[in-house]
């Protein structure tokens, strides 16, 4: 169907149904070779997303800033460390290496994979703790930055068709995990006493894997942000848009 048109006659009724963004490609759901070519439209897309697209209402993937509210917290100030990282960032997810993508179609809900490698990422945020470290009293506000070396970021998307003067998905659920081959950590200013700052920083990095493990679950914050983020496209781009076929 000329797309064209079906945006014209959807116009009607709602205000906002965009094309798909000249930058992205489109792939033709019948072809056998449908989940390649949506790596590479995916690859593109991700890659367009340097700069943010307005039209669409996507952010800049070079630098993601997560709103204040979505924070990691966790320990006792009593025994132990009360920890909070806010003002959480990642920055680089613009830039993978290389990308997967598969999309699973179901009767009803139907399941978008994306699988991006990169070299490097950095995560920084704002930390704040409050207690004691082994039994020295700590009470610090620190930036801190991990270094993610070769990561693997997946993110799931599930998604359910809706009528709304044309078809469009709407994101139902969604999932994300990093995986990395190691983790640099370096706590800006923990300690006053700079040797022990560096000793440590490489103490942690040294455990970085096993680290990073313990909090996996913790990950599971920033799957709704990024579910937001991909619904706020789908709501604008009719699903014929988005394939072919
Ligand atoms: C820390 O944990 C101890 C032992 O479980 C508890 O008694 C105490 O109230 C906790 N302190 C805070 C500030 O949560």
């Not at 179609?105 to 990422?121: H, K, N, Q, R």
């Not at 070769?150 to 998905?169: H, M, S």
């Not at 996996?216 to 848009?241: C, N, S, T």
């Amino acid at each position: 169907m000329n797309s064209l048109i079906l945006c014209v006659v959807t116009l009607a009724t709602i205000s906002n149904c965009l094309q798909l963004p000249s930058s992205f490609q489109k792939c033709d759901r019948r072809r056998t070779d449908f989940n390649q070519c949506l790596s590479k439209a995916i690859h593109g897309a991700i890659t367009s997303l340097e700069k943010p697209l307005k039209s669409h209402g996507l952010p800049s993937l070079y630098d993601v800033v997560f709103p204040p509210n979505l924070f990691i917290e966790f320990g006792n100030s009593t025994y132990g460390l009360k920890q909070q990282f806010k003002n959480l960032r990642f920055t680089g997810l613009s830039n993978p290496q290389d990308v997967t993508a598969r999309m699973d179609f179901g009767p009803v809900t139907s399941t978008l994979t994306i699988e991006a490698t990169y070299s490097e990422i950095k995560w920084s945020s704002e930390w704040n703790a409050e207690g004691t470290m082994v039994l020295l009293p700590l009470n610090v506000v620190t930036p801190v930055e991990v270094v993610l070396v070769e990561p693997v970021f997946t993110l799931k998307f599930d998604l359910q068709e809706y009528e709304r003067g044309g078809t469009y998905f709407k994101v139902v659920g969604s999932g994300f995990d990093i995986q990395a081959r190691s983790f640099r950590f370096d706590f800006k200013k923990l300690f006053s006493n700079e040797g022990l700052n560096r000793e440590f920083n490489s103490a942690m990095t040294e455990k970085g894997s096993e680290i990073i493990a313990l909090f996996q679950h913790v990950l599971q914050i920033y799957a709704p942000f990024f579910g937001a983020m991909f619904d706020g496209f789908l709501e604008k781009v009719p699903v014929a848009e988005l394939f072919d076929g």
